[in-house]
């Protein structure tokens, strides 16, 4: 709920006829008593979009290899993502990959740990058969896996 100090600059009143208003007391206009609850309104719905909009966030998991073919495209393809992730206002982590994935490792909360728990996952550096890929399929998320210049849904 938006602070009796919001709700009086929004109204262009003071916070004790917010006050008045919000404990349905007497001694306040008609015209007045609707300003403020028009303005409770407004910032209720402004607060509510705003929470959706939060809860609408990407929140993309890129893993990639310990040892680094090529710095160069491992930089570029980092760029792409971060940028695609930025313009949907999202939020990317990035994680290490070495085989085969501990429990205690940072990359398997990531992968399973509901607080962390991405919206999809970006595997680069991995062959098709890598048990990453297991842990993936396991939490049910949306991956793409980037091989050098192949690049696979699985």
Request: aromatic share 2%; glycine share 6%.
């Amino acid at each position: 709920m938006p602070s009796v100090s919001e709700i009086a600059r929004r109204a262009g009143v003071s916070k004790s006829t917010v006050s008045l208003v919000l404990n349905n007391r007497p001694n306040v206009s008609n015209a007045t008593r609707q300003r403020v609850i028009q303005a409770l309104e407004d910032l209720q719905r402004v607060a509510a979009a705003s929470s959706v909009k939060a809860e609408q966030r990407i929140n993309a998991l890129l893993i990639h290899p310990i040892l680094l073919g090529s710095q160069q495209v491992f930089r570029e393809l980092l760029q792409g993502v971060k940028n695609g992730i930025e313009e949907a206002d999202g939020r990317l982590t990035l994680a290490v990959h070495q085989p085969p994935l501990q429990p205690a490792h940072a990359t398997h909360a990531l992968l399973h740990d509901r607080a962390f728990r991405p919206d999809g996952v970006i595997v680069m550096g991995a062959h098709m058969d890598d048990p990453i890929f297991d842990e993936v399929r396991r939490e049910n998320l949306p991956c793409v896996c980037s091989r050098g210049k192949r690049r696979r849904r699985i």
